[in-house]
């Protein structure tokens, strides 16, 4: 691959995932199908069958889905420099509208109607939360042992001033443990 | 200033090393560490919620760039940014070059097994602490379990309660797009704290 030619999937990989994040509302798993249609179908980047590995590890590994797709498909295509101009690209639209919202915010939450607005919306937000929470359970909970993990986490989470990070750690302690004792069970 | 650009970078790395699940799963970290540095008042948490689900790009890339911002302007926002973003960058890079097979990985299997419902914990507790400011009209929304039930009643907040009924019903039954809820809540806001 000669120079010039690197260097316009790089600037094409910023251009496609600067789409994807402008498009990436709420986040998540929703936007899924919309990076398949970009790199599978648009751009054949990445065959069809590979790609349901890479949203498996990208669920697995820290980060959000959007940017560590965008990281793992600018690496594959162009190198180092591909997966920044990726991340760079996925990143710049929610930034760009953040800071504008940030700057004015204050200001704008002094107007008595939106202050009010924003009074609705927090309930809203716990409706909302609520509904993910439905949502899954059903994929992430799958016998005793993770009711337990859950309500344990909830608990401390709640009642306590305990930092999240070590009810991570203490949780994927908990999965080995739990799991190499069921190992030794079957066997 | 060059100690608070450190701060939030070191902060906001901490927070993307640390984002399992996605989503709603983390806001109790974040709420934590941008609550216990004095950056915003958990209440100020809660718009930067509201904002995210309205705009592009998940939570915690937007918590980064608004408290950023917030605290140190457009570079404040670079560092934290790049922060939240850097852990993910190493670790995908590094899965992409020696081609990590996940599949192939039993220890990262049994900590996801235990990582899984953490999250469903988490999730629930920000439920619960939101929920707990939101309607109740106390500092922080600490209400004493133990106190009588006409003392709690007085402190409720009715309208917050009514805007959550209709909204859990909007979006549970009738399954509406979480930025239409969003909207209808800010709505039935505008009107209930008018009257």
């Not at chain 1, 107007?111 to 899954?136: C, D, M, W």
């Not at chain 1, 009810?167 to 994927?172: I, T």
């Not at chain 2, 008042?41 to 809660?46: A, C, M, N, V």
Request: positive net charge.
């Amino acid at each position: 691959m000669d120079k010039g030619d690197k260097l316009k999937k790089i600037r094409k990989l910023f251009f496609v995932f600067f789409r994807i994040g402008a498009f990436t509302f709420g986040g998540g798993l929703a936007m899924i199908p919309f990076i398949k249609r970009e790199i599978v179908d648009s751009n054949h980047w990445i065959e069809e069958e590979e790609i349901v590995d890479i949203f498996a590890m990208v669920q697995s590994v820290p980060g959000v889905i959007a940017v560590n797709s965008a990281i793992f498909v600018g690496y594959r295509i162009a190198g180092i420099w591909g997966a920044v101009a990726s991340a760079v690209g996925v990143v710049l639209p929610s930034f760009i509208v953040i800071s504008a919202i940030a700057l004015f915010f204050s200001s704008f939450k002094n107007i008595p109607v939106v202050a009010r607005a924003f009074e609705g919306i927090s309930a809203g937000v716990v409706a909302l939360i609520i509904t993910a929470l439905f949502q899954l359970i059903k994929p992430s909970i799958k016998d005793d042992y993770g009711w337990t993990i859950a309500a344990v986490v909830f608990a401390i989470m709640s009642l306590t001033n305990i930092s999240a990070i070590y009810v991570l750690l203490a949780s994927a302690a908990a999965g080995i443990i739990i799991s190499y004792m069921k190992k030794r069970k079957e066997a | 200033m060059y100690k608070l650009y450190v701060e939030l970078l070191v902060t906001f790395f901490k927070i993307g090393l640390f984002t399992i699940g996605g989503g709603y799963a983390m806001i109790p970290l974040i709420q934590q560490e941008i609550v216990r540095h004095g950056w915003l008042t958990f209440k100020e948490t809660i718009d930067v919620i509201a904002i995210s689900e309205m705009t592009p790009g998940p939570f915690a890339i937007n918590a980064a760039t608004f408290v950023g911002v917030k605290t140190g302007g457009i570079p404040g926002a670079t560092f934290a940014t790049v922060g939240v973003v850097l852990p993910s960058f190493i670790i995908v890079t590094l899965v992409a070059k020696y081609s990590v097979r996940f599949k192939d990985q039993p220890l990262l299997q049994y900590a996801l097994y235990g990582l899984r419902p953490a999250v469903i914990g988490l999730i629930a507790s920000a439920a619960f602490l939101i929920a707990r400011t939101t309607f109740f009209m106390t500092p922080n929304g600490s209400v004493c379990v133990f106190a009588d039930i006409g003392n709690i009643l007085k402190v409720v907040n009715w309208r917050a309660v009514l805007i959550f009924v209709v909204a859990i019903i909007a979006s549970l039954k009738y399954k509406i797009h979480p930025i239409l809820l969003i909207v209808l809540s800010g709505v039935l806001g505008v009107i209930l704290y008018s009257v």
